[in-house]
């Protein structure tokens, strides 16, 4: 490393407590699905106190409803957007660069399992405790910070640099979609996923679904005049249950060959039943399932159709009464990332000047925003990020060293990529 790029990375330790700093003040918002007002403002005014312009990008339903990344969801856009800050470029030579991350979290209950208040960061024993801390807030404290690193440390760049903050990543990726529809992208896509700092390389397909059925009510001296729509559900995930382990043991994709079961479905909400002495009459359960990179969307939701329909018809009332099958949401194929792209083969180059070796591939089981810029962008992208553990779950927390790693690594990144200019 030159000079220069040792005065980025002294920068960065100078700006660490900053860095964690915004960190727990982004976790302190609690932005699940619906409530991302608090996180993009806090957003918005860091951005604007390094003298970046933030524009707020709205994700416009009329407008995407066409576009083949779009997912239908039943929730609305009415006040609700995205951020994105471009740098522009302070000369020529270098080549665009564009860091994404999401600010919404997903519902930390039940909130009694945690040790302390999901939504009051922690710092214990070089860990950050927090809902969001993780999946990933450090990552865009991380990628911000890199960005203003290079001012701080009175250099500039010779490429546009855009950073961008999005909601319904955890959900659907229509935040990532509409800012790259308003024409934010760049030749090197980076997203700070909580992966660890490692060069992401593959990841699966992913479809939500619900299923309703129909039962009768009775009351319950009588459960046999009625019909438990609740039950009538157990047949139906059974079926779904052997589709998941017969789509594991088919042809995989080299990468997943080595993993043991790659492929997972989740019944992630029930709801049937209104009261303890009635047999309930309806009921409706939600999943997710992934499917393997060149695996159709289209073909996965008619194999679950298939698998409903057939587990129906060995059942004299849902033969008679079909269970509705519908999908919304996401609906993202996966895909593979070649690792000796020129961006990734400069990032693996940063990591490697940092750590001593090569960053390691990382095959996901789960899908990220990085597939609508490789679907529908130009550039070459990847994620790499900072080390976390229960996300998703009670006590989320993320490694604050690993943090600074992905500061350091993007500042590189940043210098090498776009190329400094004095």
């Not at 860990?127 to 910070?145: H, N, Q, S």
């Not at 590189?412 to 990529?417: E, G, Q, V």
Request: glycine share 8%; hydrophobic share 40%.
């Amino acid at each position: 490393m030159d000079s220069r790029e040792q005065k980025l990375l002294a920068t960065i330790e100078a700006l660490s407590t900053d860095i964690f700093d915004f960190t727990c003040r982004l976790v302190e918002q609690p932005s699940t699905l619906g409530n991302e007002a608090g996180a993009l403002k806090v957003m918005e005014a860091e951005l604007r106190s390094f003298g970046f312009a933030p524009q707020q990008v709205p994700i416009d339903r009329d407008k995407l409803r066409d576009h083949p990344g779009f997912a239908p969801v039943p929730w609305s856009y009415e006040g609700r957007y995205n951020l994105a800050a471009t740098r522009p470029a302070d000369g020529a030579g270098g080549r665009s660069a564009l860091f994404n991350g999401h600010l919404d979290v997903v519902s930390p209950e039940p909130a009694h399992f945690w040790d302390n208040d999901p939504f009051i960061p922690v710092i214990q024993d070089g860990w950050l405790y927090g809902r969001g801390g993780g999946d990933m807030k450090a990552g865009v404290a991380a990628m911000t910070y890199a960005l203003h690193a290079v001012e701080k440390a009175g250099f500039g760049l010779n490429a546009p640099v855009t950073l961008e903050a999005v909601i319904e990543e955890e959900c659907c990726g229509n935040g990532a979609l509409a800012c790259l529809d308003a024409g934010y992208d760049a030749e090197a896509v980076l997203i700070p996923e909580p992966f660890g700092p490692t060069l992401y390389s593959a990841q699966v397909g992913v479809l939500w679904f619900k299923v309703r059925l129909r039962g009768a009510a009775s009351h319950v001296q009588a459960t046999a005049a009625g019909t438990n729509a609740i039950e009538k559900s157990y047949p139906l995930i059974a079926a779904l249950r052997r589709l998941e382990e017969q789509m594991n043991r088919e042809e995989r994709p080299a990468p997943y060959r080595d993993l043991e079961h790659p492929l997972n479905l989740n019944i992630g909400i029930f709801e049937g039943g209104d009261w303890p002495s009635t047999v309930p009459a309806e009921a409706t359960f939600h999943g997710r399932l992934s499917f393997f990179p060149g695996t159709s969307y289209e073909d996965v939701c008619r194999r679950i159709r298939e698998a409903v329909s057939s587990a129906a018809q060995q059942d004299p009332w849902l033969a008679q009464n079909p269970p509705a099958v519908e999908f919304y949401a996401f609906r993202s194929e996966g895909h593979l990332i070649d690792r000796e792209q020129p961006a990734l083969a400069t990032l693996n180059g940063c990591h490697s000047d940092l750590t001593g070796s090569d960053a390691e591939s990382y095959v996901s089981t789960c899908t990220t925003d990085l597939r609508a810029f490789h679907f529908f962008g130009q550039g070459q992208g990847t994620c790499y990020g900072p080390v976390a553990e229960n996300i998703h779950g009670a006590n989320e927390r993320v490694q604050l060293d690993s943090i600074l790693q992905v500061a350091r690594a993007y500042a590189l990144f940043l210098a090498r990529w776009c190329r400094l200019a004095e």
